[in-house]
């Protein structure tokens, strides 16, 4: 073997076993690569990634929707994953010849093949544990004795008059929903995320609802004032004294951490 063809095999070689500098577009996917013991070949990630705790200490690119192209650049990444709606940045950045990936972490369906294929991607074999996780979550989930309409709600904001964003159809919200047992208020349109007006959110009827809060978003509201003003709306929840607001970090991310989040809210609709 000639020295030239030594050197050309050894490169191939480091190549095919050299660690990846990785930049996730969103918590999720920040979550989700931490999960499979990849973190150490993070070199950026976007706002709002707080888990786990390490992941806080990456330099932020930007927000999920608005990722900022240089910064990316600037980290000489070697894989960039994003989700639907970095397809633009992504699209920029194959021009600069990066590896990229897009996951649909939409539903719970999609989420676990999104961590087989990242976990593919990344040759971790840590996606097996993870999706067992999820699945023993819904097998071991709270059943609803008594099936009723559910609504979950993104955000706590004391003020009803503006819109308000709701899970709808095709997302993970809706599968943990039924999963549980119940039913989704919300039953209009395909929508994934709905925006209503303040008569539609009364016009819905919901028999319970679920309010998400975020304290890194939402760090000024007063809460007790918000849930007040829910409980003035003429609903069926009201009625049954079934508003309920949920502040753990996970509630919002649709990554392996979803198991946690089918007890949590199987757990609230069927207490």
């Known amino acids: 073997m000639s020295i030239k063809t030594f050197l050309i095999t050894l490169f191939f070689i480091l ?9 996730s577009l ?9 999960a499979l013991k990849k973190g150490d070949e993070m070199v950026g990630t976007s706002s709002y ?26 980290l000489s990444p070697t894989l960039v994953i994003g989700q ?22 939409k539903t719970i369906k999609n989420i676990k093949k999104s961590i087989t294929l990242l976990a593919k991607n990344l040759n971790s074999s ?5 999706i067992q996780n999820i699945d023993s979550s819904i097998e071991n989930a709270t059943k609803s ?37 119940n039913t989704n208020a ?31 978003t939402e760090a000024n509201v007063d809460v007790k004032k918000a849930l007040k003003n829910w409980y003035s709306l003429p609903t069926n929840a009201s009625k049954n004294n079934r508003i309920s607001i949920l502040d753990e970090d996970y509630l919002h991310i649709p990554s392996h951490r979803v198991a946690l989040t089918i007890k949590r809210l199987c757990g609230e609709m069927n207490d």
């Open 15 to 23: 190549n095919l076993s050299a660690s990846e500098r990785i930049i």
């Open 26 to 34: 969103s918590p999720s996917i920040t979550e989700i690569v931490y």
């Open 49 to 74: 990634s707080l888990h786990p705790k390490e992941a806080q200490n990456l330099p932020i690119v930007g927000g999920y929707e608005n990722p900022n192209l240089e910064r990316i650049l600037a």
């Open 84 to 105: 639907s709606y970095s397809q633009n940045t992504l699209e920029k950045l194959k021009k600069f010849n990066i590896k990229t990936l897009q996951l649909d972490l």
């Open 126 to 130: 840590n996606d097996n544990v993870l």
């Open 145 to 181: 004795k008594k099936p009723h309409s559910v609504m979950i709600v993104y955000g706590l904001r004391e003020d009803l008059r503006n819109a308000t964003y709701i899970a709808g159809h095709n997302i993970f919200f809706e599968d943990i929903i039924l999963e549980c047992g």
């Open 186 to 216: 919300y039953t209009n349109t395909n929508t994934n995320q709905p925006v209503l007006s303040y008569e539609n959110t009364i016009a819905i009827n919901p028999d319970q609802i679920i309010i998400l809060h975020s304290h890194a």
